[in-house]
């Protein structure tokens, strides 16, 4: 504390002025790393001493505090950024105020007008700041429900309802206008085979129409995680077999033109072309955070933290975790804690939540799937981690998070 309240930032400063000055009222100094484990471990008793010392100021029962966000940037150049230990932590965003897009990390703080600081969080840059801001709130107690107290923030933090996702209302899911896309881009690819090959129109548009419902018939819209076309290419090559094969009957029995045989080929060529498209556009939007909603992990153990991990480095998968529900651990973890599982019903209706991942949990089976039952008649999405997820088994429904597999289950059976 003497450290702060003298100004030093440097450890190494502030012992040389304290061997130098303060002998008398510390006999004994340790060396500077002692000093740097013993205040690392003295992290949570200085956390709790501000805490105190902040409310016995007046300006903490203030019914005004003041939330907003500033860039910390780490690095500019892509060498920095390649080479960084920030690697995990810091991640790309954008700053409104200056226009421009930054490498780095986001400082959120809450405070009153007087400028006392209520809470602070360090995230990533493309960390939401309205889901920062209310786990900021709920996760302190002292700050949880005070009645009448006012936030005011800037538009970055504007809703009709504070709790909803960013971007999109609660009937517009993004995994769906994702599928959209993708179901119009092989529509896109079949209608330009179609033209290129020249048959005539009534076969050609039976052939594009047998081939979108076919495809639609085997789950290949189906909303997934990951976007790989060589993950799906077998998938397809089976089901567009059958519209080809259904080519060559009609060809016997009506002596169709050469025509739609030459637009059967170009149909599966363009039409991966379309899917490889439509998937790097996907993408794209999901790293800009255009087409990502948030989602929750059940679970305490390390498969969620490594859920977490991966969701956050690699957000092309489309998923933003605010943060795992179950028993509060005192490890590090990326991501805050909501609360026990029990409270899933209130979280969902919090954040908004259409999507839940199930990891390990230490809840038994039965209890878990009443918890899992209430999400389920809320219409969220739940996908589960096997049991066994390191055999290498893959289902129709499954999907995968680098490398970790996930089985969505049907609501009915709920």
């Known amino acids: 504390m003497i450290q702060a309240l003298l100004g030093y930032t440097s450890e190494q400063r502030f012992l040389r002025y304290a061997n130098t000055h303060l002998r008398g009222l510390f006999p004994y100094l340790p060396q500077r790393p002692a000093y740097n484990k013993r205040l690392r471990n003295a992290g949570a008793m200085m956390q709790h001493i501000i805490g105190v010392l902040a409310r016995d100021c007046p300006t903490w029962h203030d019914d005004l505090w003041l939330v907003d966000s500033t860039p910390v940037e780490c690095g500019r150049s892509r060498e920095t950024v390649k080479r960084s230990d920030m690697a995990g932590y810091a991640s790309y965003g954008y700053c409104a105020s200056h226009s421009r897009f930054f490498w780095g990390l986001r400082l959120h703080l809450i405070a009153t007008p007087s400028g006392l600081p209520v809470a602070y969080a360090l995230t990533s840059a493309k960390t939401d700041e309205r889901d920062t801001a209310l786990a900021m709130l709920h996760l302190d107690p002292a700050l949880d429900g005070r009645p009448g107290q006012v936030l005011m923030a800037d538009k970055g933090y504007l809703a009709a309802r504070h709790l909803l996702p960013d971007r999109w209302s609660p ?116 790293r800009r955070g255009r087409l990502s909603e948030p989602v929750a992990v059940l679970g305490n153990g390390s498969v969620s933290e490594a859920l977490v991990s991966h969701m956050r480095e690699h957000p092309e998968y489309g998923l933003t975790p605010i943060g795992y529900l179950g028993q509060e651990r005192n490890t590090d973890c990326r991501a805050p804690w909501l609360g026990p599982n029990e409270r899933l019903d209130e979280i969902i209706q919090r954040h908004g939540l259409r999507r839940i991942l199930v990891a390990f949990s230490d809840v038994r089976e039965h209890a878990l799937v009443e918890i899992l039952r209430i999400a389920a008649q809320q219409g969220v999405d739940i996908h589960v981690v096997p049991r066994f997820f390191d055999v290498p088994l893959r289902f129709g429904s499954m999907d995968e998070i680098w490398g970790i597999p996930l089985h969505e289950l049907p609501a009915r059976p709920l």
């Open 171 to 286: 009937g517009t899911r993004p995994a769906r206008l994702a599928s959209a896309m993708i179901a119009a881009g092989d529509v896109v690819g079949l209608l330009l085979a179609m033209f290129i090959a020249g048959a005539p129109m009534p076969l050609s548009f039976l052939h594009v129409a047998a081939c979108v419902l076919t495809l639609a018939a085997a789950g290949c819209y189906r909303p997934r995680f990951n976007l790989g076309l060589l993950h799906q290419l077998p998938q397809m090559l089976m089901v567009l077999a059958v519209p080809s094969v259904a080519v060559v009957f009609v060809a016997a029995a009506f002596d169709a033109p050469r025509e739609l045989f030459v637009q059967d080929a170009l149909a599966l060529v363009l039409l991966l072309s379309a899917r490889a498209i439509s998937y790097a556009a996907v993408r794209f939007l999901r």
